[in-house]
C-alpha cells in the first residue's frame, strides 16, 4: 500500500497525541502493548514447548536409540547376526547390543528401584549423552571385570553413593537351594556420576560393562536387545520391515515412537492447544486497536470531512486508517519479538528468581522430566505467529477506516 505525500504526513500526525486526545492516544498504547504480550507470548510458549519435545527427543533417544530389536523372551542368543544384517540396512547408522533389567540396588542402608544397563566400553565412551554429562568420577575408570559401575546424578543423592562408594546390586535370579531361589546380591564401586537431564534416567539408571552385565545376570554371551539408529528418525518407517525381516521369529522391533508415544502425542496435542488459546490474546489486542481506531475517526471527524472538501478521496482516507492501525500493530509485534527474545535468553534466570521470591520450586524436575526450563525456537513458527499478528492488526482497521471514508462532509461542515 503506497501512500502519497500527505496521507503520509497526516497518518503521522494522527499516531501521535493531539489537543484533548490523551486518552485516544492511552488506549493506542494499551493496544501496542496488548499486541506486544500477545506476540511475546506466542513466541515463548512455542519456543519453550519445541524445546520440551527436542530436549525429550535428544536425551530419550540419545539414550534408548530409534528403535529396538528384542528377543520374545528378553534374551537374544544370535545377536552378532542381528547386529551385522542390521547395520546392512539402508539408513542404518549403528547397530549396538545392550542388556537392560530392572533390579534393586542397595547402599548405605537405603534400598532402590534401579535400571541396570550393560553396553561395551567402547558404547558407553562414546555415548555423547552419558560422556558428556559426567559430573564426578572418570567414565573411563568403566573396564570389564573392574566390578565399576556409573550411576546417574538423583540415584547417587537417593543412595548416598558417590564416586568411590559401594552399591549392591540384587538380582532375584539366583542360585537354587533346598529352601528355593536365593537372590544374587554382588557389591560394585562407584565409578563415576552422570546426569542426562532426564529425571527417570538420572533417579534409576545403573551403566556398567557389558561382560559384567551379563556375569550378573547370567546371560552367557547373550544380549537382551540391539539398539538401533538411523539418519532420519523421522523416517524410521522406512527401515521397520527390513529390521522385522532379520528377527522374524525370535524377536520384535519396536521404534521411538511407540515406545513414547503417549509422551510425544500429548506434547503434540498441548502444542496446538496452546497456540489456539493464546492467540486470543492477539485477537484481543487487535480489539483494542479496532476500539481506539474508532474513537479516532470520532475525534477526527471534522478534519476528515474538511479533507474530503479540499480533494482528499475516498481510497486515500481509507489508507490513512489503515496505516495508522497496522502501524500500531507492527511497533506491537517488533516489540513483542524483543521481548520474547530478551525472555528466552534470560529464562532459567527467570525461573530461579521467581522462586526465589515465592519460596516454591517451580521446576521440580520429578514432575517435569527435565532438569532445566529447555527453549527452542522455530523461524518458521514465529514467522507464523507474526504474519497472524498483522493479518488480525489489518483487519481491525478495515472497518474504522472504511466509516472515515464515508464520511460525508455536507452533513458535517452543514453548520459550521
Known amino acids: 500500500m503506497i501512500l502519497s505525500r500527505y496521507e503520509r504526513m497526516i ?18 498504547a ?8 500477545g506476540v511475546a507470548a506466542l513466541i515463548i510458549v512455542m519456543s519453550v514447548m519445541n524445546g520440551f519435545r527436542a530436549e525429550l527427543f535428544d536425551k530419550i533417544v540419545g539414550l534408548n536409540g530409534h528403535a529396538i530389536v528384542q528377543g520374545y523372551d528378553g534374551r537374544l542368543p544370535d545377536w ?14 549403528s547397530a549396538l ?14 534400598v532402590e528401584g534401579v535400571l541396570v544397563r550393560g553396553m561395551r566400553v567402547a558404547d ?31 540415584l547417587a543423592e537417593s ?23 536365593v537372590p544374587r546380591i554382588v557389591s560394585y564401586t562407584v565409578a563415576a556420576t552422570f546426569e542426562v537431564g532426564v529425571y527417570d534416567y538420572d533417579n534409576a539408571f545403573v551403566i556398567m560393562p557389558l561382560e559384567d552385565a551379563q556375569t550378573l545376570l547370567m546371560l552367557g554371551d547373550e544380549v537382551g536387545m540391539v539398539e538401533v539408529e538411523v539418519t532420519d528418525p523421522d523416517k524410521i518407517g522406512d527401515q521397520l520391515p527390513a529390521l522385522q525381516n532379520i528377527v522374524r521369529g525370535i524377536g520384535a522391533v519396536t521404534d521411538w515412537r511407540s515406545m513414547n508415544a503417549a509422551l510425544f502425542e500429548a506434547l503434540a496435542v498441548e502444542r496446538v492447544a496452546m497456540f489456539v488459546v493464546l492467540s486470543l490474546i492477539i485477537l484481543v489486542a487487535v480489539f483494542n486497536i479496532l476500539s481506539s481506531l474508532i474513537m479516532l475517526v470520532r475525534a477526527k471527524t471534522r478534519d476528515i470531512a474538511i479533507l474530503r472538501t479540499m480533494g482528499a478521496s475516498r481510497r486515500g482516507m481509507m489508507k490513512i486508517f489503515v496505516t495508522v492501525g497496522v502501524t500500531i500493530g507492527s511497533l506491537g509485534i517488533v516489540m513483542g519479538t524483543i521481548i520474547g527474545a530478551i525472555f528466552l535468553f534470560f529464562r532459567q534466570g527467570v525461573v530461579n528468581f521467581i522462586q526465589l521470591i515465592t519460596g516454591q520450586n517451580l521446576w521440580d524436575p520429578s514432575v517435569r522430566f527435565l532438569s532445566e526450563l529447555p527453549s527452542k ?10 504474519l497472524l499478528a498483522l493479518l488480525l492488526s489489518f483487519l481491525s482497521t478495515l472497518y474504522p477506516a472504511w466509516k472515515a471514508a464515508s464520511t460525508d462532509p455536507v452533513q458535517v461542515l452543514r453548520y459550521e
Not at 11 to 28: D, H, N, Q, T, W
Open 11 to 28: 497518518a503521522r500526525r494522527y499516531l501521535l497525541p493531539g489537543k484533548g486526545e490523551g486518552f485516544i492516544f492511552l488506549v493506542a
Open 30 to 37: 494499551i493496544s501496542l502493548g496488548a499486541v506486544a504480550l
Open 80 to 93: 552378532q547376526r542381528v547386529a551385522t544384517e542390521a547395520r546392512k540396512v539402508p539408513g542404518v547408522t
Open 97 to 110: 547390543p545392550l542388556i537392560e533389567q530392572p533390579l534393586m540396588a542397595r547402599a548405605n542402608g537405603r
Open 124 to 154: 558407553i565412551r562414546g555415548n555423547p549423552t552419558i560422556a558428556s554429562n559426567v559430573k564426578s568420577g572418570d567414565i573411563r575408570s568403566l573396564t570389564p571385570g573392574s566390578n565399576r559401575i556409573a550411576i546417574g546424578t538423583r
Open 159 to 181: 543412595l548416598g553413593a558417590y564416586p568411590g562408594g559401594e552399591i549392591s546390586l540384587i538380582s532375584p535370579e539366583g542360585r537354587s537351594t533346598a529352601i528355593g531361589t
Open 377 to 386: 525456537t522455530d523461524p518458521v513458527e514465529v514467522t507464523a505467529i507474526v
